[in-house]
T-cell receptor
Framework: DAMVIQNPRYQVTQFGKPVTLSCSQT?????MYWYQQKSSQAPKLLFH???????NEADTPDNFQSRRPNTSFCFLDIRSPGLGDAAMYLC??????????????FGPGTRLTVL | DQQVKQNSPSLSVQEGRISILNCDYT??????FLWYKKYPAEGPTFLIS?????DKNEDGRFTVFLNKSAKHLSLHIVPSQPGDSAVYFC????????????FGTGTRLTIIP
């Protein structure tokens, strides 16, 4: 089945220790997104890639970076995690805007704990 | 500033009855709306959407209604089934084909057998 895969599902890191979350997709979608979702809050878009074009949200902290080496993979790097970065991180994909589809397909998420 | 609001954090409905989940938005530029369903330990999955050129869209047991003047949409599930127990997120985008979605905080729906 075509899908969005996130690894690991659970990640524990120490305060200030860099961490990388990964996302892969078999849907061959042009657009990939990273969302942060804290408890009882709405998923918040951090950034997205349209093909190789990186689009950062204005309020995404510099501590968060992303890489998309190819169509299938996208990484979220947190350079110096703070306690406030503990959250669920959701990866999503969608077809390109020319297709006219807004539907985003989500992975299961990675729950990040910062000690 | 929460541009998409789901004011009911939770809702319980008897099996077989109608479930009505509500969503309000403040940004008048939004004109495409989606509902997502999320089970524990899974990512959100797309359920149904509606464009501002319509006021109703139906897909099986699920119907979404849009009232543009009130900036309000609702999701109706009828009849409700135990498998519908999940968190439902409302999302909005400025136009059809725009890749950016703004999500609400979700409503946890519990269907009581």
């Amino acid at each position: 089945d075509a899908m969005v895969i996130q690894n690991p599902r659970y990640q524990v890191t120490q305060f200030g220790k860099p961490v990388t979350l990964s996302c892969s997709q078999t849907l061959n979608h042009n657009v990939m997104y990273w969302y942060q979702q804290k408890s009882s809050q709405a998923p918040k878009l951090l950034f997205h890639y349209y093909d190789k074009d990186f689009n950062n949200e204005a309020d995404t902290p510099d501590n968060f970076q992303s890489r998309r080496p190819n169509t299938s993979f996208c990484f979220l790097d947190i350079r110096s995690p703070g306690l406030g970065d503990a959250a669920m991180y959701l990866c999503a994909t969608s077809r390109d805007r020319a297709s006219g589809y807004n539907e985003q397909f989500f992975g299961p998420g990675t729950r990040l704990t910062v000690l | 500033d929460q541009q998409v609001k789901q004011n009911s954090p939770s809702l319980s409905v008897q099996e077989g009855r109608i479930s009505i989940l509500n969503c309000d938005y403040t940004n008048s530029m939004f004109d495409y709306f989606l509902w997502y369903k999320k089970y524990p330990a899974e990512g959100p999955t797309f359920l149904i959407s509606i464009s501002s050129i319509k006021d109703k869209n139906e897909d099986g047991r699920f119907t979404v209604f849009l009232n543009k003047s009130a900036k309000h949409l609702s999701l109706h599930i009828v009849p409700s089934q135990p498998g519908d127990s999940a968190v439902y997120f409302c999302a909005a985008s400025p136009n059809f084909g725009n890749e950016k979605l703004t999500f609400g905080t979700g409503t946890r729906l519990t269907i009581i057998p």
